[in-house]
Nanobody, 122 residues
Framework: QVQLVESGGGLVQAGGSLRLSCAASGRTFTSYSVGWFLQAPGKEREFVAGIGWSFNTTYYADSVKGRFIIARDDAKNTVYLQMNSLKPEDTAVYYC???????????????WGQGTQVTVSS
């Protein structure tokens, strides 16, 4: 079992930045790929960014390319999502998720955190 806890959400003005953290416990994190997803009210959960377990391959949704950066620190069992140039449309609950093996952009992840709210005001 892997337990995930997100932190770092909050209220920020448009153009501002936030850094989300996803801390894992329960198992060694090194063989897991991690994804960040967002879910706005009334909408489906969608992929934002992910980092693979091997070679730290990263992948981003088109909507966040050039603005968000995902990184992992396996020594701390933590994955970060640096969010820059935030827009009101980035407002959502952000979830991190982990799966054993390769990175995917679907919601096919075995482990999920509880989510952290990000609100971007205009």
């Amino acid at each position: 079992q892997v337990q995930l806890v997100e932190s770092g959400g909050g209220l920020v003005q448009a153009g501002g930045s936030l850094r989300l953290s996803c801390a894992a416990s329960g198992r060694t994190f090194t063989s897991y790929s991690v994804g960040w997803f967002l879910q706005a009210p009334g909408k489906e959960r969608e992929f934002v960014a992910g980092i693979g377990w091997s070679f730290n391959t990263t992948y981003y949704a088109d909507s966040v390319k050039g603005r968000f950066i995902i990184a992992r620190d396996d020594a701390k069992n933590t994955v970060y999502l640096q969010m820059n140039s935030l827009k009101p449309e980035d407002t959502a609950v952000y979830y991190c998720a982990a799966r054993f093996g390769r990175l995917v952009t679907t919601i096919d992840y075995a482990y999920w955190g509880q989510g952290t709210q990000v609100t971007v005001s205009s």
